[in-house]
């Protein structure tokens, strides 16, 4: 399936190269690159390329292409899938998924490669089974690594991968029993420019009960599938450690209001080299709740030279070359709406630009599941002892976009 | 330098931004000097102006003092790739060249042998030039030892277009003498990134919080490249370095240099004396200056490329091998050859330490194949490592075995993949089914032994093992569907435990099954408007005939009922749209897209909608799909109509997917919001969006009538846009629309016609002059008017242009000859002279047909014809059309074309092929266990983990169990055999009824208790009896035994009198007899079944007691006897029999388990068996055995009751029914059997004896008849008397045993000492009197015999 894979930073580098079948030279990445220069932007470089002889299967994650090469008929999602995997592996492992974070660790790297592929097909992909194989690298392992000649490699042979609950390992052991559940709430939503709505979807990231609400779930493998179609349960053998549990959709009709309002007026005056820009975000009815986090970023016309703004909080940048507007607001407090308003300065002779540009928004509210999911009740099976439970809501803004 | 002061002061802001990078404590190492003290090891920074004008970077080229007036530094060799010299050149010559220069100088003095070692290695080495992370700055600070410097041999590089050098000019002119031509070479493309770039690297931004003004370097510029900054990361572990070695200043030992390099990445751990500045990323290119001895880095003479590899892998430390195994990795993933390590590093491969063992394999794969004889050294480790009793180990042998590619040694893997596809674990078996795909690319001619292979791992009734072998089976022979059948239904059952990439492939290859094996589930509607059609043709001839024909026809095509096994299909992967995992998603779509019913696809459709949120490049495969489907299905994505709106934020290639499948979705009752939609997207900042958005608001036009109009209004307002793409676009696209109905849009042909001043873009144009050409009825003032105008531009138009010039002016002479002749005749002369002879050929033919001249007389008339003919109005169609003929989600879907290795999807077939091939033998069977593995599975886990442990423990225990207690009979019979007068047969029926029968009758039963009330009172009444009494009463009792059954029954034989006293039976009539006779393998069978039920009860291991030598074990469990609970006769067909199994009862231990054999003798099912309306006795207590829902006539069934008979030999009473009777049925226990044995020592059993004296002690005389004076005959009596465990003895002549009772766990203690010739005597200790007393005489008879 997977013939090659290949990691390419921005500047065009080849940084490491794995191959599990027979090696494909690296010149195949020049069709890469010539689709990249084409694209102009990273983004719209096609997730597929053909090549005469091989088909190219790329993503782009944390400034790193992750190109790998295909010789024969593969489900590209499959693929896609498992380059994803791969570089959450190394998120994992590295806490970020870094050029450098791979530079300095290419061993462990290529180990984890060499596990999670065979002969191109998925082998081990469950971060549990992986780290039972390589343990990832801490500051203190390394240090003691380096004085005992001991490695990263575990010495016990896993038992994960021979089980059928593969992402837990056996005999996990902690002083704190402790289980906790984050339920994220994003709301996506694009904005009229009249304040409609024509589109309003909530997106959760993990829950619990009063199932009603939940239009479609994706689950972890974990979870038991048959108790939750007849009883609206969810029960599962839990992971160790951080994992999402369940991905839920809120059906639009039944949600509630959406949490933030933004009033704007962004004009651009004909045949003068300025314009106005005039934005007011306002909180609607929360709960009690406050907002916070808020983050407005906007992608100005290319006719904008500079902005001259001021905001009465928080603070603006406004970047000339990639024409981005940030306005990192902060807190809202309902007493005082946070307000951003001053001069655009066009290109002189420029035509006005005839689209005004989005506003996209970010915002977290603490406490709250905007859509009134609430975790009914957590029970444990299996063990004596009463492990410590939280829940906690959050809201946030998923792809938030306002109009204008 | 730079001219603007905003300049200066970001160059400023960069150097000293930079210098803090590239070394923190810059400040801290380095002081300024002036030139007159200038002495080795100082750095020496020369400017270097760039010549391009509005730079605003200011450059310094590095170099460092080495002594006697001589200057070393790396200079990059003009348009060479990267290569670099490393020269030296005389300072005072430098200077004049260059300029003046800064000097700086390390505060802490530098350690000069180590500087000039590596001046010496320097001056023999190149370096690759990197602008970012190896430039002059690093060379100078390498030999200072600060940072990392990478010296190596320069490759050419081949990496295309990624790197095409371009050169800036710096001011010093190349250089005479050392040859060295002084530009800086830096890659176009580096520096159009990084300016590009910039802004979004997160680093940068930390950094620029540090306070820059805070280090003194105003004047100081360290770097040569002003780029450096903006690619921090390299600087990272030269940072730490610095900071490391800064203030500190001495040199460091070794010792300190690993492990501050361990902290920074452990690639870097280098052993003892390894330089600390050499990275391993670069160890191919190193060239050491010292060796793993320090005494080596004084040595003058580099050693040859890898030598310090190679010795490392020679030692016989561990660690030094795994240094250099990283390192030697690190090479492959630079993609750097080390093939010349191999010999060395093949050595290893039996290494024990686990890390080198898998970095050698790492190394052995990926060079093997350009060794191949010497790779062969290392076939051995592997075919031992096949043969480990580690599963782990065995699977990891076959994998690296499988996965070098050397042609010689196929037939070992072929071997290796043979035998561990039969190998017991399922995770080595999984390991083989990976093996198969790399043998048969490395030689196809073993398809057919792989096939084979690939057909038995197929029945692999794991989960582990389907997801590969089928991946296995779509590489190797995916045409061989026939392997499929009879494992379809496992492989659906098995699907939703597979791991996630197998169901993706599993489900790929079923959709291909499918419609190979099943009926299309939508030809019913097609067949219906057949039928009808049929029908109506049927009643117009009306011939009989036909009719009846048509009758057979149609009750031959019955209505489509959906194949079970398709529907199979079909349920158990709907529950995969809910993964995590994306392909696995898009895998079940595809399938319910090409197999379900059209009622039934909808499902997938939230299910695709949700993988929206995810990652772009899912959202752009997703998206194509979605399109495709769209198509087909409209009404399936409808309701999420809104979840394709676009945002401004979206990829330009998300953005026009989108788009496609709007446009698709749009039908009479959307179309307004959808229209309103585009509107917005029109004034989209990104040009190919809207151009997209047009062309898509012209399909709708075309597709929906209705809005038709408003549409055409909408383009025609863009035509006014001020962006002339949009109106171009536009202009197409109302060309298009308007050839749909011309008349009534005259004035939007004028508004264009007036367009033609203005457009530019050649597309339009054409498309203007295309539409006035053919609608020039319609505007006759105004098309000669365009033409004219052409005309005149004729010459400067694009081809495209004139070709519609040509073409307008020929309509326009046909049909308005008087005003545009001569246009025409001139048009046609410009063309005939063009520079395209496309154009010139277009000119003349047009010529020649409209034209009237002799020759062309003919063509002429119809000229008219030709050009103004009535066209179609073109259709606009979706590029997605007709895509569905690949299968979804494949490459090929994607690529709209055939992608290598792409299996068709085939059509339905007319005729379902046969279904019973995908019977299998035992299909309930199989169904039943896969159906309870998974809720084993998933059951046992949650609820507790200690079952789930046990299970195998528990088959391991009761395994040998059965089979000693099938010994333990046979045993038992053979004792019997040996006392002498019984023959084989007779004996045989004898120990079958001894173990079997119970009288049925009450009169017999009861004649049972008078029987035993007598024996008690006798024994009451004696005290202590003597042994000749004992004997005596003993054979009174058998003679009365004797007599009593030869006075109930017919036949009693005097074996059978002496040869059971407590089976308190007879005997049976001869009939029955022989029926048991007939069927002695049942009852064999019994004990094993036993043990089996037992095992499915989850019992802990019973808490045997430990005998002391293994064949004491056996007589323990040899007196298995049965006993009739219901006789055939008077259960009307249904017998059965019990017998206490002497486990314990696994829900309670107070209770005695019984064993219940239920046997069906009747000609009719027996439904719903069970124990009902148990009334026991006073706290005694009845645990029923499960209801048996169904025995069929001639089976057996064995279940398990427990009785807690609160050590009583009270019957247990209760009813036993079936669905029609109710039989009141009693329960017996021998006394012997209320007991389980315990194990002591000889001690404790002692200790214990002491404390159960006086009352508690029962002793007794006998004598041993001859056939039991045998050790072996004594120990076995006494415990199938009863449930005992024997205790060891110290004495010959002693033999002890020992229990508890079940109910109040109170000892029982059994000692037997034999005197001289056949006396013996029996002492049974209790606080049970009575039962001591029982147990006693139970004994005593059981010896007797």
Redesign the interface.
């Known amino acids: 399936?997977i013939h090659s894979l290949f990691l390419i930073n921005?500047?065009?580098?080849?940084?490491?190269?794995?191959?599990w079948?027979?090696?494909v030279s690296?010149?195949v990445?020049?069709y890469f690159?010539?689709a990249q220069?084409k694209a102009i932007?990273v983004?719209?470089v096609?997730?597929?390329i053909?090549t005469p002889h091989h088909?190219l299967i790329?993503?782009?994650?944390d400034?790193i292409f992750f190109v790998s090469v295909?010789?024969?008929?593969?489900?590209?999602?499959?693929v896609?899938?498992?380059l994803?995997r791969v570089a959450d592996t190394f998120q994992d492992y590295f806490g970020e998924c870094?050029?450098?974070a791979i530079?300095?660790?290419?061993?462990?790297?290529?180990?984890l490669l060499?596990e999670m592929l065979?002969?191109g097909?998925?082998?081990a992909?469950e971060s549990n089974i992986l780290k039972e194989l390589i343990k990832p690298?801490t500051?203190l392992r390394?240090?003691v690594?380096?004085?005992t000649?001991s490695?990263?490699?575990?010495?016990t042979?896993?038992t994960g991968?021979?089980s059928?609950?593969?992402w837990r390992r056996a005999g996990v052991k902690y002083t704190n029993n402790e289980a906790y559940f984050d339920v994220i709430e994003e709301i996506?939503a694009?904005i009229d420019?009249s304040g409609k709505m024509?589109?309003?979807?909530i997106?959760l990231s993990l829950s619990f009960m009063n199932p009603r609400l939940l239009?479609?779930?994706?689950?972890?493998?974990c979870i038991?599938?048959k108790r939750w179609?007849s009883e609206r349960v969810l029960?599962f053998?839990p992971p160790d450690g951080n994992f999402?549990l369940i991905?839920y959709?809120v059906s639009?009709q039944n949600l509630v209001a959406i949490p933030v309002y933004v009033k704007h007026m962004i004009s651009f005056k004909e045949n003068s080299s300025s314009g106005r820009f005039d934005v007011t975000i306002g909180p609607k009815q929360n709960m009690g709740k406050t907002v916070e986090g808020v983050v407005m970023t906007v992608?100005m016309?290319?006719a904008v030279l500079n902005m001259n703004l001021t905001a009465t909080q928080g603070s603006y940048t406004f970047?000339p070359?990639?024409k981005?507007l940030t306005w990192d607001v902060g807190k809202i407090t309902p007493q005082k709406l946070p307000n951003l308003k001053g001069i655009v300065n066009l290109q002189s002779g420029a035509?006005k630009?005839?689209?005004n540009?989005?506003l996209?928004i970010q915002f977290k509210i603490q406490q709250l599941a905007i859509s009134g999911l609430k975790v009914n009740r957590l029970d444990m099976?299996?063990e004596k002892y009463k492990p410590f439970k939280g829940v906690k809501y959050i809201t946030k803004a998923?792809?938030f976009?306002v109009?204008t | 330098m730079s001219s603007s002061t905003s300049n200066c002061r970001r160059k400023k802001e960069m150097l000293s931004f930079l210098l803090f990078k590239t070394l923190p404590g810059f400040k801290d190492v380095f002081s300024k000097v002036s030139e007159s003290t200038i002495q080795t090891g100082d750095i020496l920074l020369f400017p270097i102006e760039t010549c391009s004008s509005g730079s605003i970077w200011s450059f310094k080229h590095a170099a460092v003092y080495c002594n006697e007036g001589e200057v070393i530094h790396l200079q990059k060799i003009r348009s060479s790739g990267n290569r670099t010299w490393i020269i030296k050149e005389g300072y005072k010559a430098m200077k004049k060249d260059r300029g003046k220069c800064e000097i700086y100088r390390k505060k802490d003095g530098i350690d000069l042998n180590d500087f000039y070692s590596k001046v010496r290695e320097a001056m023999n080495s190149e370096a690759k030039y990197d602008i970012t992370k190896n430039n002059c700055i690093h060379f100078a600070l390498f030999l200072l030892g600060l940072v990392d410097f990478y010296m190596q041999l320069v490759e050419v590089d081949?990496?295309?277009?990624?790197?095409r050098p371009v050169s800036i000019p710096s001011v010093s002119p190349p250089r005479q003498g050392c040859g060295v031509a002084g530009r800086t070479v830096v890659s176009q493309?580096?520096l159009v990134?990084?300016?590009r770039?910039?802004?979004?690297n997160g680093t940068h931004n930390k950094v620029r919080v540090l306070p820059l003004g805070a280090i003194a370097t105003r004047s100081a510029s360290f770097t040569h490249a002003g780029f450096l900054a903006f690619?921090p990361?390299?600087f990272?572990?030269g940072r730490r370095r610095g900071l490391g070695v800064g203030p500190a200043g001495q040199p460091k030992t070794p010792a300190d240099g690993?492990?501050a390099?361990?902290?920074?990445?452990?690639?870097l751990?280098t052993e003892a004396g390894q330089p600390a500045c050499y990275s391993a990323?670069r160890a191919d290119e190193l060239r050491p200056l010292a060796g793993p001895e320090p005494a080596v880095a004084t040595s003058t003479v580099p050693p040859p490329r890898h030598d310090d590899l190679k010795e490392m892998l020679d030692s016989n430390?561990?660690?030094l091998k795994?240094e250099a195994m990283?390192r030697i990795?690190?090479m492959?993933?630079?993609?750097k050859n080390a093939s010349d390590l191999f010999p060395a590093v093949v050595k290893n491969v039996a290494c024990k330490?686990?890390?080198?063992k898998?970095?050698v394999?790492?190394y052995l794969v990926?060079y093997a194949?350009e060794q191949q004889d010497l790779a062969l050294l290392s076939i051995s480790t592997f075919q031992r490592g096949l043969k480990d009793p580690?599963?782990?180990?065995r699977a990891s042998a076959l994998?690296v075995l499988?996965?070098i590619?050397v042609p010689i040694i196929v037939p070992i893997m072929m071997l290796a993949i043979k035998e561990a596809a039969s190998d017991m674990?399922?995770?080595v078996r999984k390991?083989a089914a990976?093996?198969i795909?790399?043998l048969y690319?490395l030689d196809s001619d073993q398809k057919d032994q792989l096939i084979e292979v690939i057909e038995k791992l197929l029945a692999d009734k794991t989960?582990?093992v389907a997801g590969?072998v089928v991946?296995a089976f779509e590489e190797v022979c995916p045409e061989r569907i026939d392997l499929i059948h009879k494992n379809y239904r496992k492989l659906c059952n098995l699907l939703?435990?597979v791991?996630?990439?197998g169901q993706?492939v599993i489900i790929?290859m079923l959709t291909r099954y499918a419609r190979t094996q099943f009926l299309s589930p939508n030809q019913n509607e097609s067949l219906l408007e057949e039928s009808a059609e049929k029908a109506f043709y049927g009643s117009e001839e009306e011939d009989t005939k036909d009719a009846k024909a048509e009758a057979a026809s149609l009750a031959k095509r019955k209505p489509y009922v959906m194949d079970p096994d398709h529907r199979l299909l079909l349920r158990n992967t709907k529950?995969l749209l809910?993964?995590?995992?994306?392909?696995v998603?898009?895998?079940v779509a595809q399938l319910y897209f090409h197999l379900a019913p059209k009622a039934e696809v909808g499902v997938i459709a939230?299910?695709l909608?949700?993988l929206l949120?995810s990652?772009?490049?899912?959202q752009?495969?997703?998206l194509q799909n979605v399109a495709t489907m769209s198509i087909k299905r409209r009404g399936m994505f409808e309701p999420y109509l809104?979840?394709f709106?676009i945002?401004?934020?979206d990829?330009?290639?998300i953005k026009i997917l989108k788009l496609e499948v709007l446009t698709n979705l749009a039908n009479e009752t959307n179309i307004s919001?959808i229209l309103?939609?585009f509107q917005?997207y029109i004034?989209?900042?990104d040009k190919d969006f809207v151009a997209a958005t047009i062309q898509a608001i012209g399909r709708c036009a075309t597709n929906i009538g209705k809005v038709r109009d408003t549409c055409l209004n909408g383009l025609v307002q863009l035509l006014s846009n001020?962006?002339e793409l949009v109106v171009a676009e536009s202009v197409v696209v109302i060309k298009k629309l308007l050839q749909m109905q011309p008349a009534q849009h005259s004035e939007i042909i004028k508004h264009m016609a007036k367009l033609t001043d203005n457009i530019q873009v050649p597309m339009a144009r054409a498309s203007i002059l295309w539409l006035i050409g053919e609608y020039c009825e319609h505007v006759p003032k105004i098309a000669p008017d365009v033409l004219r105008k052409m005309a005149k531009s004729f010459t400067n138009e694009e081809d495209i242009v004139k070709l519609q010039v040509i073409n307008l002016a020929a309509k326009l002479y046909l049909t308005n000859s008087k005003q545009s002749k001569l246009l025409t005749q001139y048009v046609l002369n410009l063309a005939k002279y063009d520079q395209n002879y496309d154009i010139r050929d277009r000119a003349r033919f047009i010529r020649q047909l409209i034209v009237p001249t002799e020759k062309s007389g003919a063509l002429n008339k119809y000229a008219k014809k030709l050009f103004l003919a009535q066209k179609p109005a073109p259709i606009l169609e979706s590029s997605f059309k007709d895509r569905d003929h690949f299968q979804l989600?494949?490459?090929?879907h994607?690529?709209n074309?055939k992608?290598?290795?792409?299996?068709e999807l085939p059509d339905w077939p007319d005729e379902a092929p046969d279904p019973s091939v995908r019977n299998v033998e035992v299909p309930e069977w199989t169904k039943c266990t896969s159906r309870e593995k998974r809720k084993e599975?998933?059951e046992k886990?949650?609820?507790?983990?200690s079952e789930g442990e046990s299970g195998p423990t528990e088959s391991a225990d009761s395994e040998p169990e059965s089979v000693s207690e099938e010994s333990g009979s046979s045993s038992s019979s053979s004792s019997s055999s040996s006392s002498g007068s019984e023959e084989e047969e007779e004996e045989e029926e004898e120990e079958e009824e001894g173990s079997g029968e119970q009288s049925e009758d009450k009169e017999e039963e009861e004649e049972k208790r008078t029987k035993r009330k007598e024996k008690e009172g006798s024994r009451k009444a004696a005290g202590s009896p003597s042994e000749e009494e004992e004997e005596e009463e003993g054979a009174k009792k058998a003679k009365k035994k004797a007599s009593q059954g030869r006075k109930s029954r017919t036949e009693t034989s005097s074996e059978e009198a002496s040869a059971s006293e407590s089976s308190s039976s007879g005997s049976d009539s001869g009939s029955e007899a022989e029926t048991k006779r007939r069927k002695p393998p049942s009852s064999r069978a019994g004990p094993k079944e036993i043990s089996l039920l037992d095992l499915d009860d989850f019992t802990p291991p019973p808490p045997q007691p430990v005998p002391s030598s293994s064949h004491l074990l056996s007589p323990a469990f040899g007196a298995v006897r049965t006993y009739e609970l219901l006789h055939r006769m008077a259960g009307e067909g249904l017998s059965v029999e019990y017998c206490f199994s002497r486990r314990p009862f696994p829900g309670d231990p107070h209770m005695v388990a019984v064993q219940i054999q239920i046997s069906n003798n009747t000609d009719a099912e027996v439904k719903s068996l069970r124990v009902s309306e148990p009334k026991p006795l006073s706290g005694m207590r009845i645990q029923e055995f499960p209801e048996i829902e169904r025995l069929a006539p001639g089976d057996t069934a064995s279940v398990v009751m427990g009785i807690d008979f609160c050590d009583s030999t009270q019957a247990a009473n209760f009813q036993l029914c079936t669905h029609t009777r109710h039989f009141y049925v009693s329960i017996q226990p021998p006394v012997g059997e209320l007991m389980a044995p315990v194990f002591m020592s000889e001690n404790e059993f002692k200790k214990e004896q002491g404390k159960l004296t006086g009352m508690s002690e029962i002793t007794e005389k006998l004598t041993l008849p001859e056939k039991c004076r045998s050790d072996h005959a004594i120990v076995q009596q006494v415990t199938s008397a009863a449930n005992v465990g024997r205790v060891p003895c110290g004495a010959d002549n002693e033999y002890r045993f020992a229990a508890k009772t079940v109910t109040s766990g109170s000892l029982v203690l059994i000692t037997l000492e034999r005197r001289e010739g056949a006396a013996a005597q029996l002492t049974v200790n209790s606080e049970k009197m009575v039962i001591g007393t029982m147990l006693v005489k139970d004994i005593v008879q059981a010896l007797a015999q």
Not at chain 1, 58 to 61: A, D, E, L
Not at chain 1, 198 to 201: D, S, V
Not at chain 2, 261 to 267: G, I, N, R, W
Not at chain 2, 390 to 393: E, F, G, K, M, V
């Open positions: 399936m921005c500047s065009g580098d080849i940084f490491l190269e794995k191959h079948k027979s090696v690296k010149s990445c020049d690159f010539e220069e932007d983004e719209n096609p997730p597929v053909s088909y790329s993503i782009y994650r400034k295909i010789q024969t008929e593969v489900p590209p999602l499959f896609i899938e498992f994803h870094s050029e450098t530079k300095d660790n290419v061993v462990i790297v290529y180990e060499e065979d002969n097909f998925p082998l992909t690298p500051i390394s240090v690594n380096s004085i000649g490695t990263n490699v575990g010495d042979l896993p991968q021979l059928n609950i593969p996506d694009i420019k024509p589109c309003k979807l997106f239009d479609d779930v994706s689950f972890h493998p038991r599938f179609e029960s053998i999402r991905s959709r639009s992608h016309p290319k970047d070359v990639t981005v035509p630009p005839e689209e540009p989005s996209n099976y299996g998923g792809k976009q109009r | 081949n990496e295309g277009g990624s790197d493309r580096d990134r990084l300016f770039f910039r802004p979004s690619l990361d390299f990272l572990v690993d492990a390099e361990e902290v920074t990445s452990p690639v751990a990323l430390k561990d660690s795994l990283k990795v690190a492959i993933a630079r993609g330490n686990i890390e080198v898998k970095l394999y790492v990926r194949e580690n599963q782990l180990i994998r499988s996965s590619r674990s399922p995770y390991t990976h093996a795909p790399k690319s989960t582990l590969s991946m939703i435990d791991e996630e990439w993706v790929n529950p809910q993964s995590r995992n994306a392909a998603v898009m895998a939230k299910a909608v949700r949120r990652h772009s490049e899912v752009y495969v997703v809104k979840s709106y945002r401004s934020t990829p330009t290639q919001t309103r939609e917005t004034r989209s900042m001020r962006d989600g494949s490459l090929s994607l690529l074309a992608a290598v290795g792409y299996q599975k998933v886990p949650f609820y507790s983990d």
